[in-house]
């Protein structure tokens, strides 16, 4: 007969830092071995907490179609990519969630619910080895083919152009100027917010062209000069937003409305 056990793990505490984190794990009395579930995860790391939300690995069509005569060049040709399945961030990294890991916060327009902004590939990497250090996890920047697929609702997918909405204002902050609290316009159809609008999002591939080739887990290009960022910003327009647009930059590059959110 097979039983469930779920359990949460006690707050634990290293010097001053308090890490709270949440598990569930599923046991097969008759099988006799312990499977953890694919769920969402909520972490607290010094009394900030953020959520990761589970994609389900599947297959699509990434890029744009040959017959999208409007669109840029560089999300050409359109493939299938088989990803596994991942977790990726709630929302951008905010604000308070940098602070509580570095003590540090040099966005131009400040407040602990509003994306991290003006900082550059590096910096990102940074972050996250002091992260995985206080958590003792494996985040990461998501891969580009990883970003898109959840931009695009994964296999949730309704096809929206923007992140969760054919609609721009129902998902995105643009043209805008300043940076807004995440979360405050409607999700996309696996409920992450942000994805297209507020800042720019780095990912962790390097730069390369698209072939029209059918990959598994495409990791992007082994070396490069520059890296992929995605999803647009409220310095830009709406065709900035969409799921399909790439822009790229030095690993060194930041910008005010250049931030992040985390994978693993």
Not at 30 to 37: I, L, S
Not at 110 to 119: D, T
Request: with cysteine; charged share 20%; proline share 3%.
């Amino acid at each position: 007969m097979k039983k469930f056990l779920s359990f949460f793990a006690s707050a634990l505490l290293l010097g001053s830092m308090t890490i709270t984190l949440t598990a569930c794990v599923h046991a097969d009395a008759d099988e006799g071995y312990d499977t953890p579930k694919f769920e969402n995860q909520t972490i607290t790391v010094n009394g900030v907490s953020f959520k990761m939300i589970a994609v389900e690995g599947g297959t699509f069509q990434m890029g744009t179609p040959e017959s999208d005569t409007d669109a840029f060049d560089e999300e050409k040709p359109q493939h299938e990519v088989t990803l596994s399945s991942y977790y990726i961030g709630e929302t951008e990294v905010t604000q308070e969630l940098w602070e509580a890991v570095t003590g540090s916060n040099h966005s131009d327009v400040k407040g602990a619910k509003r994306p991290i902004g003006q900082v550059s590939w590096e910096d990102c990497q940074a972050f996250i080895s002091k992260l995985n250090g206080m958590t003792g996890k494996t985040f990461r920047l998501p891969t580009e083919a990883q970003w898109e697929y959840a931009a695009r609702g994964g296999k949730k997918s309704k096809g929206y152009i923007y992140s969760g909405s054919g609609t721009i204002d129902e998902v995105a902050w643009y043209e805008g100027g300043a940076t807004h609290d995440v979360a405050t316009k409607k999700a996309n159809e696996l409920g992450i917010y942000d994805m297209s609008g507020n800042v720019w999002e780095w990912c962790q591939d390097w730069y390369g062209s698209y072939t029209s080739d059918a990959q598994t887990n495409p990791q992007g290009p082994a070396s490069g000069s520059k890296h992929i960022y995605r999803g647009g910003s409220t310095f830009g327009g709406d065709d900035f937003c969409r799921v399909v647009f790439r822009n790229w930059a030095e690993p060194s590059y930041s910008s005010p409305r250049l931030g992040f959110r985390l994978a693993m």
